[in-house]
């Protein structure tokens, strides 16, 4: 195997793959092919594109599903994003968006050659587009319109570390600040069909609208409204409850605020040290509870790393036979579990058919099996708090309320990561918080 390399001649460059395959780059003016696809890149940015897949991630976030991207390819995005300071990692995120743009429009673009012209005094490749020409008209321009990156309005390709006269790849020189080395990632991950551009742009700009500022803004007016509201209330489990309920009934994708409730919940329990022998783990990607992630449920705690405990979120679903029979080969490989459950929006049908089988899989796995409503099972943790005696039912629904408030402001990332982008669903909540 051959270290990928980089040789350079007066008129090409051959960028060499580690098993062997070469890529050609000719410099000269933009052939024929090269104009074709520019126009049509051109065209499609010119009618809004990237507007519409920003206004898609922010209005539509139900309709999002990143299940296709790997987690590598996920962490590179992420860190491109956390990457971002007010001194450094913006160009490389704008590149980022614009590469995918390309190549979510035109496939056949190359996102390593970064200059096309035909003016012979420009430095080009055959088959490059302007880059730089793209992000002034069609990228900073609407990056900055939805406040979801800071740039100058000339745009990013106009910093010199991008602009190098080399293909874009891991040996591109140039002293990048940033996540410069996942950046040489994901060009290379999206250079060999590893990842689905749209997809992946939709992710990055999910990412971004999570962090905008205008989103902050509205994080900070939501948890001072919050602060207020349980200034001026008695709260107790059934208003916690209630307010939750509302929020979830009245927002889109539900299923989803469902699980980020139960997870809260859990969240302040965790708080107040009700498990004290157990961790609660992470918020899990939406759809993430089946045995490819090697999860049980959506909300699961943890001892020496081994699920003990699981609960599964079932919003809108009241026959759980299927659920039943996979939770059952789920248990094979988790022989930690103690305790499983369902926990459905609706009342459950049919369930003194479904009962001699959960009774079965409890004498076979050692477990307890519950099936309960949101409800109940807000009741039932509830329960096992105040007999802890570590709080007081006042205290655990402030907590709740707070967690929930805050996990979708995306200020506990560490323990509720949640991907989807949360600006509609904020914004439901503070109306929801300030109706009198």
Same mark, same amino acid.
């Given at each position: 195997?051959?270290?990928?390399?980089?040789?350079?001649?007066?008129n090409?460059?051959?960028?060499?793959?580690?098993?062997?395959?070469?890529?050609?780059?000719?410099?000269?003016?933009?052939?024929?092919?090269?104009?074709?696809?520019?126009?049509?890149?051109?065209?499609?940015?010119?009618?809004?594109?990237?507007?519409?897949?920003?206004?898609?991630?922010?209005?539509?976030?139900?309709?999002?599903?990143?299940?296709?991207?790997?987690?590598?390819?996920?962490?590179?995005?992420?860190?491109?994003?956390?990457?971002?300071?007010?001194?450094v990692?913006r160009?490389?995120?704008?590149?980022?968006?614009?590469?995918?743009?390309?190549?979510?429009?035109?496939?056949?673009?190359?996102i390593?050659?970064?200059?096309?012209?035909?003016?012979?005094?420009?430095?080009?490749?055959?088959?490059?587009?302007?880059?730089?020409?793209?992000?002034?008209?069609?990228?900073?321009?609407?990056?900055?319109?939805y406040?979801?990156?800071?740039?100058n309005?000339?745009?990013?390709?106009?910093?010199?570390?991008?602009?190098?006269?080399?293909?874009?790849?891991?040996?591109?020189?140039?002293?990048?600040? =940033?996540?410069?080395?996942?950046?040489?990632?994901?060009? @290379?991950?999206? #250079? *060999?069909? %590893? /990842?689905?551009?749209?997809?992946?742009?939709?992710?990055?700009?999910?990412?971004?609208?999570n962090?905008?500022?205008?989103?902050?803004?509205?994080?900070?007016?939501?948890i001072?409204?919050?602060?207020?509201?349980?200034?001026?209330?008695?709260?107790?489990?059934?208003?916690?409850?209630?307010?939750?309920?509302?929020?979830?009934?009245?927002?889109?994708?539900?299923a989803?605020?469902?699980?980020?409730?139960?997870?809260?919940?859990?969240?302040?329990?965790?708080?107040?040290?009700?498990f004290?022998?157990s961790?609660?783990?992470?918020?899990?990607?939406?759809?993430?509870?089946?045995?490819?992630?090697?999860?049980?449920?959506?909300?699961?705690?943890?001892?020496?790393?081994?699920?003990?405990?699981?609960?599964?979120?079932?919003? =809108?679903?009241?026959?759980?036979?299927?659920?039943?029979? @996979?939770?059952? #080969? *789920?248990? %094979? /490989?988790?022989?930690?579990?103690?305790?499983a459950?369902?926990?459905?929006?609706?009342?459950?049908?049919?369930?003194?058919?479904l009962?001699?089988?959960?009774?079965?899989?409890?004498?076979?796995?050692?477990?307890?099996?519950?099936?309960?409503?949101?409800?109940?099972?807000?009741?039932?943790?509830?329960?096992?708090?105040?007999?802890?005696?570590?709080?007081?039912?006042?205290?655990?629904?402030?907590?709740?309320?707070?967690?929930?408030?805050?996990?979708?402001?995306?200020?506990?990332?560490?323990?509720?990561?949640?991907?989807?982008?949360?600006?509609?669903?904020?914004?439901?909540?503070?109306?929801?918080?300030?109706?009198?």
């Amino acid at each position: 195997m051959n270290e990928l390399h980089l040789r350079v001649y007066t008129n090409r460059s051959e960028l060499v793959l580690p098993d062997g395959t070469i890529q050609y780059f000719q410099e000269g003016g933009m052939s024929q092919a090269a104009k074709i696809r520019y126009k049509k890149i051109a065209v499609e940015l010119s009618t809004g594109y990237l507007e519409r897949q920003i206004l898609f991630c922010r209005d539509y976030s139900s309709n999002l599903d990143f299940l296709a991207l790997s987690q590598a390819h996920k962490y590179f995005l992420d860190r491109l994003v956390q990457s971002v300071t007010s001194e450094v990692g913006r160009a490389l995120v704008g590149l980022s968006i614009l590469q995918l743009c390309i190549k979510a429009i035109e496939p056949e673009q190359s996102i390593r050659l970064h200059k096309g012209s035909t003016a012979t005094r420009d430095f080009s490749w055959c088959d490059g587009i302007s880059m730089r020409s793209l992000d002034k008209q069609y990228i900073t321009p609407v990056l900055r319109k939805y406040e979801l990156l800071r740039l100058n309005a000339d745009g990013f390709m106009m910093t010199r570390s991008l602009a190098e006269n080399y293909p874009y790849s891991s040996v591109y020189k140039a002293n990048m600040r =940033g996540a410069r080395s996942e950046w040489v990632s994901l060009v @290379e991950a999206i #250079e *060999k069909d %590893e /990842v689905v551009s749209e997809i992946a742009l939709r992710y990055l700009l999910s990412q971004l609208l999570n962090q905008a500022d205008n989103f902050r803004r509205l994080a900070l007016q939501t948890i001072e409204n919050l602060t207020l509201f349980l200034e001026a209330t008695v709260i107790d489990k059934g208003i916690s409850l209630s307010l939750i309920l509302r929020h979830i009934n009245q927002s889109d994708y539900a299923a989803r605020l469902m699980e980020i409730a139960m997870h809260s919940l859990m969240q302040a329990m965790q708080e107040y040290q009700v498990f004290p022998d157990s961790l609660l783990k992470p918020l899990s990607q939406m759809r993430s509870a089946n045995k490819k992630h090697g999860n049980i449920g959506d909300i699961e705690l943890l001892e020496d790393r081994q699920i003990v405990e699981a609960w599964d979120a079932k919003y =809108g679903k009241s026959y759980l036979r299927d659920e039943i029979e @996979e939770l059952s #080969e *789920k248990l %094979e /490989v988790h022989p930690a579990v103690r305790k499983a459950g369902f926990v459905t929006s609706l009342e459950a049908e049919r369930i003194d058919e479904l009962m001699p089988r959960c009774h079965e899989i409890e004498e076979i796995f050692g477990i307890s099996l519950e099936i309960v409503t949101f409800k109940e099972w807000v009741g039932l943790q509830f329960a096992r708090t105040l007999a802890e005696e570590t709080t007081t039912e006042q205290e655990l629904a402030s907590a709740w309320l707070i967690a929930y408030t805050e996990s979708l402001a995306q200020r506990r990332r560490e323990i509720a990561p949640i991907d989807e982008p949360c600006y509609q669903w904020l914004l439901k909540l503070n109306e929801t918080l300030t109706i009198k």
